[in-house]
């Protein structure tokens, strides 16, 4: 079976690093003079947060947030659980959420009703990939990386049951016939 998969380049190493440069940036713009509570999902999303932080101007305070579905599902169950909460107050601080991959977006509301409740002075969300495909329609992803469709993405911190994480760009698996 593992034979006849094959890594194929979805966004190269160049492309991702020449994005998460522009995101920062953004950052930057929105909160000069601001400091930043930077919340990472994990685990998927730990690459990205990291060269996000260090190219972040303002002073970063990092959080850090495990959610999964119930079981391990493909398809998600709807039902988020909390693995690792955050222990720090967030009320009047500036909060930005750090995510792999937004898909429907019911994990991330599930995150923002959650963190919105323990009173921030801003709530903001930044996603390396979103599937705008079956996004809800009240879902906002404030910084967005890159659009994808269908594929089963991996590498750059996103994994394909534990195994991946450490690719340079993202990719998916082309399956052989």
Do not use: W
Not at 61 to 73: A, D, I, K, M, R
Not at 122 to 130: D, G, M, N, R, W
């Amino acid at each position: 079976m593992e034979t006849h998969q094959k890594i194929q380049v979805l966004i190269p190493e160049v492309r991702l690093q020449t994005r998460i440069s522009e995101l920062a940036h953004e950052m930057n713009q929105d909160f000069q003079g601001k400091e930043i509570t930077a919340v990472c999902i994990l685990k998927g999303s730990f690459v990205f947060f990291s060269d996000m932080i260090r190219m972040l101007e303002a002073p970063v305070t990092c959080e850090f947030l495990g959610v999964s579905h119930y079981g391990h599902q493909t398809l998600a169950s709807g039902e988020v659980k909390v693995t690792l909460d955050i222990n720090e107050p967030l009320e009047g601080k500036h909060v930005v959420i750090f995510d792999d991959l937004v898909d429907s977006g019911l994990t991330l509301a599930y995150i923002l009703n959650s963190l919105q409740a323990r009173k921030p002075a801003t709530l903001k969300t930044c996603s390396l990939l979103v599937r705008t495909e079956h996004l809800l329609p009240n879902i906002q992803v404030d910084y967005a990386g890159f659009k994808i469709g269908k594929e089963f993405v991996l590498g750059y911190g996103i994994d394909d049951s534990g195994r991946f994480r450490e690719l340079p760009y993202i990719g998916y698996i082309e399956h052989g016939h």
